[in-house]
């Protein structure tokens, strides 16, 4: 059943379809200048593609990113039973770079910090882990096609407030995506919330 907030984007094997937010612009990550990632609740470690790391590279760059992509970490190979015991390349410090939709209540306008990602063979999206998300605090509507994070003000854990970021429909697959490469150009000092330190989670692998 179809509700009034989506439309249905093609079939997809099975018979199923792809699901597209009519409010969401669709992108094609291999085509857009941007950086996008997915928000993966069944990964439990945040990964991402080497082509993908290749084009984000230079898509961080030509965006003013505050950090560069880190070198291939090659000393930590993990192992992923659930997809055929492929096994990671290395790892990598990604940026990210996220506008808010307006402003918070002390005027910064975007948010910055670094993740910790394993790179594997292959074009795949970067999938920004369930722990990830939960760090940022986000919290989606699925039905609406809207996202918020947390933007702390105070040194509190709960001094914080929410703030809306723009969801993606991705395209070929319909799935939802935040852009990464937003570092505001010419943004007044401390108007950018930086957060430290690197997200970086444990993960469990094997030989």
């Known amino acids: 059943m179809m509700d009034g907030h989506s439309s249905l984007g093609g079939p997809v094997p099975g018979g199923r379809q792809r699901l597209y937010h009519q409010d969401l612009e669709t992108v094609d990550p291999t085509r857009d200048g941007r950086v996008f990632a997915l928000l993966d609740e069944g990964c439990n470690v945040s990964c991402h593609g080497k082509l993908w790391a290749d084009r984000a590279i230079k898509a961080f760059n030509l965006a003013g990113s505050h950090k560069p992509v880190s070198d291939l970490d090659t000393s930590s190979i993990v192992s992923y039973k659930g997809l055929g015991s492929t096994k990671s390349l290395g790892t990598r410090i990604i940026p990210w770079g996220m506008m808010y939709k307006t402003p918070a209540s002390n005027g910064d306008i975007a948010a910055t910090g670094t993740i910790r990602s394993n790179e594997m063979s292959g074009d795949n999206p970067m999938l920004i882990s369930l722990h990830a998300q939960s760090t940022l605090g986000f919290i989606k509507d699925v039905e609406k096609g809207t ?6 003000i105070g040194a509190g854990t709960e001094d914080y407030e929410r703030v809306d970021i723009t969801l993606y429909n991705l395209k070929g697959s319909g799935l939802r995506a935040i852009c990464i490469s937003e570092f505001p150009d010419g943004a007044q000092p401390g ?6 330190p690197t997200m ?7 030989s």
């Open 147 to 152: 996202c918020s994070m947390k933007h702390f």
């Open 200 to 206: 970086s989670f444990a993960c469990r692998s094997s």
């Open 191 to 196: 108007t950018v919330k930086d957060h430290k």
